[in-house]
Every structure is written in structure tokens, then in C-alpha cells.
């Protein structure tokens, strides 16, 4: 059967490997060498340039000789602005203002020959204050994702919403109080990083939450509590509370957490965490982590991690047999570092009341994969992998990650019936230009298989994603 977008998924394909020559070619030094018609940027406008080979200098039709990038009239006008800030409150001389770009397609063919595709395009303006008198700042950041290539009952990506519609939203808007790096309270809607409430930024946008946490940091201890009222997820523009977000309809309840994170000593590191939705569930989360050296260039890590999630009050989230649901995760990671390689190997054990739950970001144990979060009720799983950072040999900005992990023993939750046993296998490749115009654009390209044993369904998934930022204050 064939698979509906083939086509156009090809076509955003070959287009995606263009712009990766094209960044290949604008980042590397043979761009500057001598070919007869280059381009050139002009302001926001290409145009066309021919050089002198005899005299190595450039011209173009109807203009004098093409601006240095620092010269260009918008680039100008913000260096300009800057300057004139240079004088003024660190309220206003501080301020930063960035604009991110951003591309993405994501396909994805289910054993149902059923396909989840879309090309979307966006990314999101954002402003800073600086501290007025050190003490109180403003933010806020406007996020917009839109389609290119959205076809009907295709859905489901991530990246627009569920019908294929893009949309505008004003997902960042706080004001900040702060007493030295000792204190900070932050209210109404921004990003909290926690084991189990993220960004998750692994589409279009992130998730915000909306709340009013506390936070700094106090020797080699940093903490973060308070409370949540609502939860803006990564593909939609609204704002709802944390317990519709986990799947209880018409409720209104938010979220308690508290999070510390300790740093005794170099390449030791502890988390505690602890998040609360009324009649909802809680989780327990906490985990180890130590780098170790061992001298000529290699290090050895060790990470441990423990979640304990239970049903809590009325138990109104129906996701186990049991009327008061608890389960658990244990996993652990080993990892042999040398220079740009790095190989992994991990662990992981549920708990067989539920699966675990992670609606509000990553899941953050160690076997999380692209497609397969290995989070069902009594799986038992494992994960070996290497990556490579190719800057040693020469290439820099080139990396990639190759993974494979399988798991065993699940059940349905729900109806205790076993679940098929999992395998996947992951691939991703990442190339940031490093010099030139386009320093800074990366291109990530990721796939996923995942098979199921016995019942012999294959899952297919493809990520292309482009990425670029310019720092405008």
C-alpha cells in the first residue's frame, strides 16, 4: 500500500539535503575560494555577486561592493540600538531579543499502514529585560508554528495541532523578583525544568506552564517549589490545567512540586523531586550521577535513578486494574567516555501497577527512545549505544548517536494482558555550521524503528529539523 504523502515527503526530502549543502558550503572555507557567481546577502535580500578572480574582489549588478555582515542595514540598526543602551538602566542595557527560526517535518508510518506526517514551519521571538536594580525583571516570548505540508487525517506529530492547524501563541509572559543568585520568584507563564514537568522541545515549540515557583541556589544546592496552576503543551495554544493534561476531563486541578538539586562534589550530582495533582497522581522521582576520570582522556559515568508514582485522593486517572494504583522505575546507566565517543549501556524495571506517567514533558529515565518510551507495567528493559563527537578528526559540528533497545515482560495496565516485547533501534545525526553567514544553523536528522515481537508490526519514523537564531540584542 502505498504510504499517502510519499511524494511530497520526498520532495521536502531532496529539498531539506539541499539546504544541508548549502549550509556545508556557506560554513566551510572552500566557500571562499574563488567561484565566478557567489551570493550574497544584502540586508534580507540575496543578491546576485560576480567576483574578479584576478583581483578577488566582488561586484554586482546596480550596487557598489557587497556590506560586511555587521554593516548590513538590519543588523545596523540593532548594533545601533545597542549602543545607545550602553548609558542607560541595566533594565534596558541588558536586554536580550532573539529570534529563533525553525523547520521541521515528521512522518511516521504505524503497523496499521496509518501515517502521522507533517512539514511545519515557525519558531518563536523572544525578549529579556535586564534586572532593574537587580532585582526585578519581564519576559516574555511569542511562539508560532504553521503548516506547509499538512495533509487531512494525518495528524497526531507534535509539531501542529491535532487537526493540522498552526497557531500563534504568547506561551512565555512573567515577571520576575530576585534577591542576589539566593532567591527567585517568578509568576504567571514560563518554562520549569523538573525530572517530570519540561520543556520537551522536541517539535515545533516547547510546553510552558503557567504558576507562581521559587527558586535559587545556596552554595552547591539548588532548589525549586511552588505551585502550577495550567500546562501549555508543545502542539496546541491553550492553557489547561495539569489535570485534564493527564487525561481527567473537566477538572480543574494544578500543580505542587519541589525540586532540589545537589552538587557536593565535582562529578557528583543528586536530584530530589516531588510533584502533586490533586486526585490525580503523585511522583517521587530521585537520582545519582557521578563522573569519574581516569586519566588519558577517558572518563567513566555512573547514573542511578528511582521513581515512585501512586494514584492520590479520588484516583480520577483511569490507567490501571487497581482502584489505587502505584508503581515504580529503577534504572541505571553506565557510560565509558574517550575523547569524542561515548558508549552507554542502561537498565530499567517497572513497577507492575501502571505504567508510568509523564504527560507534562520527557520521561526522564535513561531508556527513552524516539518512538518508545519503555514505560508499561512490568517491562524490563535495556539499552546499549555510542555516540560520536567528530570535532577530533577534523569535522566540527558533525555528531551522530546510534542506539538499540529492547524490552520484555509488559502488560496492559487496564486488562493485565501481556504486551508484545519491544525493539528499537535509533539513528541521529546532527551538523551545526560553525564559521561564516550561517554560523549557528543546525540540522538534525533522526529515525526510529521499532518492532514488536510476536505479533511482527513495525512502527517507521523520520525527523528533519532545521534550526537557526540570530541574536538581535
Known sequence: MRTPGLTEARVFLLATLTLILLALWLGSPLAARGAEVELAEVGLVQERVIRDTATGKNTYPGAGPPLPWEQRPVRQFFQRLKLELEDTDPFFRDTDLNLHLRTYYFGQRNPDD???QAWAGGGWLEYKSGWWKDTAQLAATVFTTFPIYAPAGEGGTGLLTPEQDGFVVAGIAYGALRYKEYATLTGFRQFVHTPYTTRN???MGPNTVAGVPGGGRVGWAEYLGGYLWSFKPRDSSVFSSFSEVAGVPNTNYGAALGNLRLRPLPGLAFTLHDS????????????????????????LGFGAQYTDQRAVGQDLLTVSSFREWVTYNASGRLALAWRGLTLEGALSLNGNGAAIQSPYGNYPAFISQLISNFNQASERAWLVGFSYDFRGVGLPGFAADLEYSQGSNAVNALTRAALPNERELDLSLTYTVQERVLRGLRFDAKGAILGHANSGSTTYQLRLSL??????L
Open 467 to 472: 534550526n537557526y537564531e540570530f541574536n538581535l
Open 201 to 203: 522541545d522536541s517539535r
Open 114 to 116: 496509518t501515517t502521522q
Open 276 to 299: 502533586y495533582v490533586p486526585n490525580t497522581f503523585n511522583t517521587f522521582y530521585v537520582d545519582a550521577g557521578y563522573r569519574l576520570p581516569l586519566g588519558r582522556d577517558f572518563t
